[in-house]
């Protein structure tokens, strides 16, 4: 059994190499070259523009080729883009050779569009992919919000570009969210009948006790505990099921992508505040601001120049946990992804089977097993945090509640 | 030596003393938490709790710096 299992993980890693090698023009950035070519030749008659197209593929491709000319140099920095390349998002499922349609959606100046597949779009006629190049240049130069991986056949410009192409990313945070909701009502929807829980329901029920005594009753009284709990369970199994999804072979880790982990630090933010708001009141929460200065005991003048420092301060403050937040769980998940990356792309770098086999695969194996232990941690990490942070925000209405003798915290 | 063979060298160093960092402090959070519950084994849960929220402080920030280490060698 356990035999079989390091076999099998060999054999996918193996694979996973084969992927990153032979995948030559797949990203979104560059796209399906041929198609490309083919729908630039058909919709204009300027020769040279085609050629121009054409001898920036040829030059990409010079680039792309990590191999060189002769097969025993490899430049260690261009496969390193390239392990970094198979983080980025992408409008497709790659499963080594296959790949998965996915929808595309997006609003532009001239509306919505739909296309059910990036195939559909670039035989559309109206838009097509961008090259590698162009956006590179354009993001040296251009309003980020404004850089889209597609442009008109009849070259306008775009405009401004709002992407909801369900990606390969969002696609698989979709995943996440529907496995942890079925796993929720498959553990919730024992009969009444047995008097002894078994199965699933027992092993989220752990989870579940587990983040609610551990978690959040430590960090905040009861009441608030009570009334945010749904809140702190969800972000915990949905950023734990999306962690380890990205452990499976072939998919993507959602929570590798800075967007999906900013818009999960924004859930926090936001209720960060409306707790400080509803335990403080609105003139208190504003109040804070000044760090509790306005309510010392001091001279007018030190008084003045203290809040002057630190309603800046406390202002960062506020927006620095969110921050921190946001890259520790980024950070975490795509560390490990490059190290695994990296790893097996040494064998690439010695031409070596030999390393191969004595230095990527065992190693590899080693950090995936770590990586199982960082999925936990970081979706812990994260719960724990935004505990703390609704506590301390939450706390002022403790200490009012202490004085008036109701409060029994812990 | 071009633009980008400083790049890879200040990105493997910057690692490298990230890395030096978090070690040492780690290690001393760990060390102190194993004494701390070695003289107050029931104080062990609670512990090992503010152990790992400081350790995810220390290895948030460890991060930023390989995060910047990365953007560099990706150059």
Redesign the interface.
């Known amino acids: 059994m356990k035999q079989g299992f390091i076999v099998a993980v060999i054999i996918l890693t193996l694979l996973t190499g084969r992927a990153i090698a032979s995948e030559e023009n797949n990203t979104p950035a560059t796209g399906n070259a041929p198609a490309t070519e083919k729908v630039t030749a058909e919709s204009t008659s300027e020769t040279h523009a085609v050629e121009a197209v054409e001898k920036e593929q040829s030059e990409e491709e010079y680039e792309n080729d990590i191999y060189k000319s002769t097969r025993d140099s490899v430049d260690a920095?261009k496969l390193?883009?390239r392990v970094?390349e198979h983080l980025n998002d992408t409008y497709e499922l790659h499963f080594v050779t296959v790949h998965v349609p996915l929808p595309i959606m997006f609003f532009d100046a001239r509306g919505f569009h739909f296309f059910p597949s990036l195939h559909a779009l670039e035989h559309s006629g109206e838009y097509t992919l961008k090259n590698r190049h162009q956006m590179e240049e354009e993001k040296k130069t251009a309003n980020f919000m404004k850089v889209s991986p597609f442009k008109r056949v009849d070259g306008k410009p775009m405009g401004s570009f709002w992407d909801f192409s369900i990606t390969a990313n969002v696609f698989f945070m979709l995943l996440a969210s529907l496995l942890a909701v079925l796993l929720a009502i498959k553990a919730g929807s024992r009969s009444k009948t047995d008097a002894v829980p078994k199965g699933a329901h027992n092993a989220v029920e752990a989870m579940v006790v587990y983040v609610r005594d551990?978690i959040v009753y430590?960090n905040m009284d009861k009441k608030w505990a009570d009334r945010t709990m749904p809140y702190f369970l969800t972000i915990f199994f949905f950023i734990f099921m999306m962690n380890m999804l990205g452990l499976v072979p072939l998919t993507k880790t959602p929570t590798s992508a800075i967007a999906v982990t900013m818009a999960l630090a924004l859930c926090t933010f936001v209720l960060t505040q409306i707790a400080g708001i509803r335990a403080m009141g609105i003139g208190e929460y504003l109040k804070h601001f000044t760090g509790g200065m306005l309510d010392m005991d001091l001279p007018i003048f030190m008084k003045v120049v203290l809040i002057a420092i630190m309603t800046p301060i406390e202002i960062i403050g506020l927006f620095t946990k969110p921050f921190?937040l946001m890259?520790?769980l980024f950070?975490?998940m795509?560390?490990g992804h490059?190290v695994i990356g990296a790893l097996i792309a040494l064998a690439m770098l010695f031409q070596s089977i030999i390393v191969g086999f004595t230095v990527s695969v065992p190693f590899a194996l080693f950090i995936y097993m770590l990586e199982l232990l960082v999925a936990f941690?970081q979706a812990?990490?994260f719960t724990?945090?935004s505990a703390?942070f609704v506590g301390m925000m939450a706390h002022e209405h403790v200490e009012h509640d202490a004085e008036h003798g109701e409060l029994v915290l812990e | 030596m071009g633009n980008s063979a400083f790049a890879y060298m200040a990105a493997g160093l910057g690692a490298a003393l990230a890395v030096v960092g978090a070690g040492l402090g780690i290690g001393k959070l760990a060390t102190a938490a194993l004494e701390a519950s070695g003289r107050q084994p029931e104080m062990a849960g609670g512990i090992r709790t503010t152990m790992i929220i400081a350790a995810a402080l220390i290895e948030g920030v460890t991060l930023f710096a390989l995060v910047i280490c990365i953007i560099l060698a990706g150059k």
């Open positions: 920095g390193f883009n970094l551990e430590p921190a890259v520790r950070a975490n795509t560390a490059i941690i812990y990490v724990t945090l703390v």
